[in-house]
């Protein structure tokens, strides 16, 4: 375990994980991940979370550690995922004195997932209730739908803790030393982003918190300029982008589009635009899903495959639906020998979507780029300005 140092009477008892390859059954995590897990001590003990099945064992030993043959009287849940969740039974055989802290909707998943007796042990919470360790009083604030209905976060207020569920979560060991934003971008927008009605309205409660510390369910602590952190999540549930700047994301088989939208990209950067290149094929669809919320315009370029659009193509579209992807500019480029309908499809799955302009003209390239397509393209690079 990476020790990671809250204060005196607040312990990280979280677990790493190097060995997971897919986060959900679908997310590389090359850097890790984390379950993180707390325990305050107090004259009443409260564990905050569990941990997830593959993190068991050394949970248990991080929590004895920390505990000292003290028993714990609260386990609080925040979360029924299961990689927060998956210990709450063990944990409350392990602890039977312990007694179990969630809401309405929480209790409905516990009988869902175990068989679990909790007769004379439950403690239901609701918005704005409170409960006294002793020094340390915890308050509890509902957060529906982000991203389960059963969620919620608590705030501590003698340290002015914010212990936010999955929300500021991100991908990466405690270690992990890249720029916090993009595997939090990654995490949120990919697991959390379909659902910024219900973050807006979460972070309005939290704006009357006094918070000086946020700990979340994946990934580090934050206890610095907490103003930029909460600022990236306003920007992400608002779907605005971050970068005025162009994303030109594309599908080719044989290389005909890819050279077209290299060529539509280079055509942009001449014009004074900021321009990123992605190939979906070759680059995951979570990584492709975090550069189209980055900026605030995309051009899509694709091969027409069986009367429809490359695969890929689709599975990145259908991603950027599934999480209300909105607010955009787009210009479409398509490619077909014989019939081309990749311009048709992906518009349909655009005009789908809320508030996104397609511009025109869409370019069509029969088999590869010539003077009249490229003449085209340039066409479209002024329209997307």
């Known amino acids: 375990m990476s020790k990671m140092w809250i204060s005196d009477s607040v312990r990280y008892i979280g677990v790493e994980d190097t060995t997971l390859d897919l986060f959900e059954s679908q997310y590389p995590v090359p850097n890790g991940v984390t379950y993180n897990s707390y325990v305050i001590l107090d004259e009443k003990v409260v564990v905050m979370d569990t941990v997830d099945e593959r993190a068991t064992e050394q949970w248990f030993d991080n929590l004895k550690a920390e505990l000292a043959g003290r028993p714990v009287d609260y386990l609080v849940v925040s979360h029924m995922e299961p990689d927060h969740a998956a210990n709450i039974k063990r944990f409350a055989e392990m602890y039977p004195e312990a007694k179990i802290v969630g809401n309405v909707k929480t209790f409905g998943m516990i009988g869902q997932f175990f068989d679990l007796d909790l007769a004379g042990r439950q403690v239901t919470v609701k918005e704005g209730d409170t409960l006294s360790l002793g020094s340390h009083t915890l308050q509890f604030v509902m957060a529906p739908m982000v991203h389960w209905p059963e969620v919620m976060v608590t705030y501590e207020s003698s340290e002015k803790i914010l212990f936010s569920a999955d929300g500021f979560g991100r991908f990466g060991m405690l270690s992990y030393d890249g720029e916090w934003t993009d ?203």
């Open 183 to 385: 595997e939090a971008a990654r995490y949120y927008l990919n697991i959390v982003g379909k659902y910024g009605v219900q973050v807006q309205a979460l972070l309005k409660k939290a704006s009357a918190l006094d918070i000086a510390m946020i700990c979340p369910l994946h990934g580090a602590v934050l206890k610095d300029n907490l103003g930029y952190y909460i600022g990236l999540y306003q920007t992400w549930s608002s779907y605005a982008a971050e970068k005025h700047g162009v994303l030109v994301a594309y599908a080719s088989i044989h290389g005909h589009t890819a050279a077209a939208a290299k060529e539509m990209a280079q055509m942009l950067t001449e014009a004074g635009e900021e321009t990123e290149i992605v190939d979906l094929s070759r680059t995951d669809v979570s990584d492709a899903v975090r550069k189209a919320f980055y900026y605030d315009r995309v051009v899509l370029a694709c091969a027409t495959y069986d009367g429809g659009i490359f695969p890929c193509m689709e599975e990145f579209l259908s991603h950027l639906k599934s999480k209300n992807y909105q607010k955009r500019k787009f210009g479409l480029i398509e490619n077909g020998s014989w019939a081309p309908m990749a311009a048709k499809i992906m518009r349909q799955t655009l005009e789908s979507m809320k508030e996104i302009e397609i511009v025109e003209p869409v370019v069509t390239i029969r088999s590869a780029m010539n003077a009249a397509s490229a003449a085209k393209m340039q066409e479209l690079v002024a329209a997307m300005r």
